[in-house]
């Protein structure tokens, strides 16, 4: 089975930028939709982006869109969620996840193990 491993969290002030990798183990993961979801503290696992195997189509919570760009290279196997205009609301820990249910996807059969993003005011 594919793992996925993200990076690129960290802490941020608002209005700025962060760039989160998505890095699959094997090349299965460019068959499939992938795409984030995040996790703030109290709160439950919330949707954030997908895109679909090809890259053709997206996907964005109305929270993020128009902030927020994901992007996939299969080449690499790898996703990417680049994430503009950061709001303290953002904080969370964000999830990356492949093979997708449904579009928008509301699960992932496969999910890494988080980055923590954290946006001070």
């Known amino acids: 089975q594919v793992q996925l491993k993200e990076s690129g969290g960290g802490l941020v002030q608002a209005g700025g930028s962060l760039r989160l990798s998505c890095a699959a183990s094997d090349h299965t993961f460019s068959g499939y939709a992938t795409g984030w979801f995040r996790q703030a503290p109290g709160k439950g696992r919330e949707f954030v982006a997908a895109?679909?195997?090809?890259?053709?189509?997206?996907s964005y919570a109305d929270s993020v869109k128009g902030r927020f760009t994901i992007s996939r290279d299969n080449n690499k196997d790898m996703g990417f969620l680049e994430m503009n205009n950061l709001r303290p609301e953002d904080t969370a820990i964000y999830y990356c996840g492949s093979d997708g249910v449904g579009w928008p996807p509301t699960d992932f059969h496969i999910w890494g193990q988080g980055t923590q993003v954290t946006v001070s005011s």
């Open positions: 895109i679909t195997w090809s890259g053709a189509h997206q």
